[in-house]
């Protein structure tokens, strides 16, 4: 059997998708507790398999998308595994925005697993990536032990929590100089990507968002989901500073009636923030609050007369992170701290270049750099370690104790921690 690698031809697109089990109907998520999502609908939906004008829709979208770079595995010219990378930039430690490629889409037929084609496909969408001169890559997990193998590993996580309204009441504060304003789904479209411009610029993690990002939202109700609605804070000039959407899905139990999900809630400013929160705890005719997709260092908490009110119901890996060109991407973030660390890396067969001694320099206020060096390491680092690292949001003591990072010099893991640990963590209010 023949085996071929390569991006589909035109031709070959609706062969393609129907790899994908988003046009096949198949699960795409291993199985979650629908509760992840804040209210009882199933997860994941249901999904009938895509006709063939939807696959048409989807090839000619894709056609003229320059961000989206398709692959698939062909086996005696059969499509039989497909996968993409859409090219995003993605804000590291110190705002700046680097190239990084979101891996997407990603399926092997049941027939052809386990023979290496994810491997092949993986590679190929590697080295494209770093043809185009993006020195990350990134990807939610399905399974959380499939990824690991190819060197990436967790860099942002999301929080799911859960608090009584009548436990809520916040901690007393000044009055709120701005307003709140209920709005419609066609400007809350026309608001959101601002707003997400100022709140990507700051937070670690935070992606470019798609060209149709915020098309979806609307003021109607998708099944039990319950309507969208649309929340907008501005400051006392009037200029927005703060949005959230949040829905009241319908449920046939009583131990689910009543919930507010809030789907995404952003503010530039700690008064919008608090102004976001206050409403939406406190909002009549309902009883609990959800908030399925959260920072884990959510300043609510502190926010809160009552902390424990606040329970963490989930927490789990989001986006995760792969290293494609380690000095290019060491020096394109910046360090709180600064110093030098020789860091070693030996274990990386995908991208062969990234093994060596790497020398990072971090001097007060100036860029970084990272050369090579002959110097001996301070520290060994597998390169998915590195992947965790890099946005700040892993302990360096805790991969020391799993043995993902080893220290050979006195005091090059407190360095390494001092140097590249964030605060607020890294965090990406929506994936891909
Ligand atoms: C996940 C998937 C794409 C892997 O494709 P594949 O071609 O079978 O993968 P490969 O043959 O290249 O496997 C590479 C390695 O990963 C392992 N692996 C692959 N899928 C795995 C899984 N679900 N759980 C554990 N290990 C897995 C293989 O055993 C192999 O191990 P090895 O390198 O030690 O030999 C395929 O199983 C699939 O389509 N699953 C259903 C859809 C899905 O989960 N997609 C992921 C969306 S993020």
């Not at 696959?55 to 059969?78: R, Y």
């Not at 697993?113 to 185009?132: E, I, K, N, P, Y």
């Not at 998708?222 to 959407?245: C, I, K, P, S, Y």
């Not at 394109?332 to 060596?356: F, K, T």
Request: proline share 8%.
């Amino acid at each position: 059997m023949a085996t071929e690698i390569r991006p589909p031809r035109r031709d070959e697109m609706h062969a393609y998708y129907r790899v994908l089990p988003y046009a096949n109907g198949l699960p795409q998520w291993e199985p979650e507790n629908a509760a992840w999502h804040g209210g009882p609908e199933p997860w994941p939906p249901q999904r009938a398999p895509a006709t063939a004008q939807q696959l048409e829709l989807w090839a000619l979208d894709h056609e003229k998308d320059p961000s989206f770079h398709p692959v698939a595995a062909f086996t005696d010219g059969e499509c039989v595994g497909a996968s993409a990378t859409i090219s995003f930039e993605v804000t590291v430690p110190g705002g700046a925005a680097v190239p990084m490629a979101g891996v997407t889409s990603t399926a092997v037929l049941a027939t052809h697993r386990r023979r290496g084609h994810l491997r092949g496909m993986m590679q190929a969408m590697f080295d494209a990536a770093l043809r185009r001169g993006e020195p990350l890559a990134m990807l939610s997990a399905s399974e959380g032990s499939i990824y690991g193998r190819y060197g990436y590993s967790p860099a942002t996580h999301r929080t799911r929590w859960e608090l009584d309204r009548h436990q809520a009441a916040l901690l007393p504060a000044a009055p709120d100089p701005g307003s709140l304003e209920l709005i419609r789904a066609d400007e809350a479209r026309r608001l959101w990507p601002a707003l997400h411009a100022q709140v990507r610029a700051r937070r670690v993690g935070e992606l470019t968002p798609l060209s149709d990002q915020w098309d979806g939202l609307s003021d109607g109700a998708e099944g039990t989901g319950g309507a969208w609605r649309h929340l907008v804070h501005r400051d006392r000039h009037g200029a927005v500073d703060g949005l959230a959407r949040f829905r009241l899905p319908w449920s046939p139990t009583a131990a689910d009636a009543g919930t507010l999900v809030v789907e995404a809630l952003e503010a530039t400013d700690p008064a919008a923030y608090r102004a976001l929160w206050a409403l939406l705890l406190d909002f009549d005719l309902t009883k609990r609050v959800v908030a399925p997709a959260r920072p884990r260092d959510e300043p609510l908490r502190w926010l809160l007369a009552n902390p424990r009110a606040m329970r963490v119901t989930r927490q789990s890996d989001n986006l995760w992170a792969r290293l494609l060109d380690v000095p290019a991407a060491l020096a394109r973030r910046s360090y709180d701290s600064p110093g030098e660390l020789a860091i070693a890396v030996d274990d990386d067969l995908m991208c062969p270049a990234n093994n060596g001694t790497w020398l990072l320099h971090a001097a007060d206020g100036a860029a970084a750099s990272c050369t090579a060096t002959d110097r001996r390491p301070d520290l060994t680092v597998t390169t998915a370690a590195l992947g965790s690292l890099y946005f700040g949001g892993a302990s360096a003591h805790d991969l020391a104790w799993a043995g993902r990072v080893t220290a050979h010099t006195e005091g090059a893991l407190g360095q390494l921690h001092r140097m590249f640990r964030t605060d607020p963590e890294p965090h990406n209010s929506f994936g891909f």
